[in-house]
């Protein structure tokens, strides 16, 4: 069954610091990925998204992603966070299903 | 354009009761999604409907557990004789097309429930 794993439970930042947030998934055939982001006391909104083309994925909010298929990543970047940016991130994947990770929680300090 | 609404936000029950979840997705979206998140967990799908169909409900227990989408109204979410393990926050989304096609979940801000 396809799986999404993200290995960043918990990330606590400074602002101003670069941004990356892991995403593997299991499943080796075409897949479409997604980030979702959460921010306190609100619901999910999409991020970005990859379903073909070129691999590095721009978002909102200056968020982008890479997919590196030999990898089956897609890893979520952000070159200079901002304490705004403080809320839980999941990346999900879908082949028939979408299939989220257990999400990273996200603290930016001021 | 209304986004995706859901009632109530935060529901109280007590063990055995009812709870019924409400749905109404984006105007224009014919399909909506059921997801549960655990404390601590990600959301794990429960269950996906088209108007007046259930397409894909592998993700729901087998018992107590029931959605449908009629055809005039919000799609609901019903668990009857709650347990305290049920209580979780539980999303919907929608979207204009299926899960074949390549376009987007958009998600409700979710229900809370508690299970006393």
């Known amino acids: 069954a396809q799986s999404v794993s993200q290995h960043n439970h918990h990330v606590i930042l400074s602002e101003a610091a670069s941004l990356e947030l892991g995403c593997n998934y299991s499943?080796?055939?075409?897949?479409?990925l997604f980030w979702y982001v959460q921010y306190p006391g609100q619901h999910l909104q999409l991020l970005l998204k990859?379903?073909?083309?070129?691999?590095l994925v721009k978002g909102i909010k200056g968020f982008e992603a890479e997919f590196i298929k030999s990898k089956f990543s897609f890893n979520l970047r952000k070159p200079s966070v901002q304490w705004s940016d403080t809320a839980e991130y999941f990346c999900?994947?879908?082949?028939?299903?979408?299939?989220f990770g257990k999400g990273t929680r996200l603290h930016i300090l001021p | 354009n209304a986004g995706v609404m859901q009632n109530p936000r935060h529901l109280v029950r007590r063990r055995g009761q009812e709870a019924r979840l409400r749905c109404s997705p984006m105007?224009?979206?014919?399909?909506v999604y059921w997801y549960r998140q655990l404390p601590e967990e990600g959301l794990k799908f429960m269950v996906y409907?088209?108007?007046?169909?259930?397409?894909?409900e592998s993700g729901m227990p087998k018992e107590r557990f029931s959605a449908e989408f009629p055809k005039e109204g919000p799609s609901i979410l019903r668990i009857q004789q709650v347990v305290r393990g049920d209580s979780a926050a539980y999303f919907c989304?929608?979207?204009?097309?299926?899960?074949?096609?390549?376009?987007?979940?958009?998600f409700g801000p979710g229900t809370r429930l508690t299970v006393l």
């Open positions: 409907l088209q108007k007046e169909n259930i397409i894909d």
């Open positions: 499943y080796g055939g075409t897949v479409n």
């Open positions: 990859y379903f073909s083309g070129d691999p």
């Open positions: 989304a929608s979207s204009p097309l299926g899960t074949g096609s390549t376009d987007t979940q958009y």
């Open positions: 999900a994947v879908r082949d028939d299903k979408i299939i």
């Open positions: 105007k224009g979206h014919s399909h």
